[in-house]
């Protein structure tokens, strides 16, 4: 859609007279293309003689701004006899004003409203058109007979409304910053309690491997303290380390007898 404006444009500076008002004629009749206010804006278009100008001004501003409502309600002569292109993307385009902040389109009220003959024709333009096409966002409801809007494409801003879409933007902008400002300190936060769980396992971590060395060194100091009283026993349960020669010289044996001498 951009490339198509942009064709134009470099069309419409080197256009004067007769052949700039029949280039305004193509572009509102070109397939896809359905922004006019750049052109609009044109030098070229505003220096046009009076009757000339007019007639493209007007035909420009229709395209830009206004519904097939408004040419059909004009008064004689004011715009030119649309073609069958013209008044068909004239129609598209009053879908999408129709579809401008609200969620639902009946059926009945854009029959009325793009004058068409049946709702087989209604469907056909909105799925093929509006649908396909990249102007609305959305689905049809055949049940209940109507268009469920999710988002529209955004059409020209007529000159005395900017100030009115300045302040809506602005206000958006404040909304977003005030989310963003929300977002941010939650992160701030995550990131806070992140620090101090990591700190906290840490600190856990090195409680538990303490705890561990500790209980390690006592079964160590146990198990040593366990065979040292295994081999240092008392005289309640026999006999001690010292006393085990002792014990030995006592025993009588074959030694013993030998140096024994029998009395007769």
């Avoid at 470099?10 to 006019?36: I, M, Q, S």
């Avoid at 007979?145 to 529209?152: D, F, H, Q, T």
């Avoid at 989310?179 to 090195?206: M, N």
Wanted: a negative charge.
């Amino acid at each position: 859609m951009e490339g198509k404006v942009e064709q134009f444009l470099l069309l419409a500076k080197n256009a004067k007279g007769l052949a700039l008002v029949d280039l305004v004629t193509r572009a509102t009749a070109e397939p896809g293309l359905f922004t006019f206010g750049e052109i609009l804006s044109l030098p070229a278009v505003q220096q046009l003689q009076d009757d000339q100008r007019v007639a493209a001004n007007d035909l420009l501003e229709l395209f830009a701004y206004g519904t097939w409502e408004d040419y059909r309600a004009s008064p004689a002569g004011k715009y030119p006899v649309l073609s069958e292109a013209q008044a068909h993307k004239l129609k598209l385009l009053s879908v999408v004003s129709a579809a401008d902040g609200v969620r639902t389109l009946a059926y009945d009220d854009l029959l009325r409203r793009l004058e068409l003959p049946s709702v087989r024709a209604l469907e056909d333009l909105l799925i093929a058109d509006c649908l396909y096409g990249g102007l609305l966002r959305g689905k049809l409801d055949q049940l209940n007979k109507c268009l469920l809007v999710e988002g529209a494409f955004c059409r020209d801003v007529r000159p005395d409304q900017v100030s009115e879409v300045a302040g809506a933007l602005g206000e958006w902008l404040d909304a977003a910053n005030s989310v963003l400002g929300g977002i941010e300190e939650r992160i701030d936060w995550t990131l806070s309690a992140t620090t101090a769980a990591d700190k906290a396992r840490g600190e856990a971590q090195q409680a538990l491997e303490t705890e561990r060395k500790s209980i390690r060194t006592t079964i160590e100091m146990q198990a040593l303290g366990g065979g040292s009283s295994d081999m240092f026993m008392d005289d309640q349960e026999g006999f001690s380390l010292p006393d085990l020669g002792e014990g030995q010289d006592a025993r009588p044996g074959p030694t013993a007898g030998r140096h024994t001498k029998r009395r007769r």
